[in-house]
């Protein structure tokens, strides 16, 4: 069995599913302050990374700009629980548009039909990119990983 840390274990079963599932990601990241602070996002995965759309408005990016490091979490709301963590570093690019990955996420989380109308509405409007590259990996399904307080 893979362990914990590996980048090996994206290819998971258990990562897969919560990878193409429309379970939104918790972006955990550092506050100006130094506070934490964890945020909801839509997300696409595109095999090496973790592309999140945000407006160039959002604090978040402030942040993300002052300390890159970031953690997000995956989880199902299902007996056995499953959850993905991964740790990584963020990187923003700024585009005069949607972001190709943001409407592949809409899309995913809306349907088919409701994604591409929302992406309508923000055509030609400023955005945010964040990639985020995984340093960093850890599952636990409850049947085969635990967390480490409850490993048997």
Do not use: C
């Not at 591409?116 to 985020?132: D, E, H």
């Amino acid at each position: 069995m893979t362990g914990q840390g590996s980048l090996e274990l994206l290819q998971d079963p258990v990562a897969a599913a919560l990878l193409d599932s429309a379970i939104p990601a918790r972006l955990a990241y550092t506050w100006l302050d130094g506070s934490p602070r964890v945020v909801p996002v839509w997300f696409h995965w595109n095999g090496d990374q973790f592309i999140i759309g945000s407006p160039q408005n959002a604090p978040k990016l402030k942040a993300l700009a002052a300390d890159p490091r970031v953690a997000l979490t995956i989880d199902d709301n299902s007996f056995p629980h499953k959850v993905l963590l991964v740790r990584g570093r963020s990187s923003i690019e700024l585009l005069d548009d949607v972001a190709p990955e943001y409407e592949l996420s809409a899309t995913r989380y809306f349907g088919p039909a409701q994604g591409p109308a929302w992406i309508s509405r923000l055509r030609g409007k400023p955005m945010a990119r964040i990639a985020i590259t995984p340093v960093w990996v850890g599952i636990l399904d409850f049947q085969t990983r635990f967390p480490s307080a409850l490993a048997l």
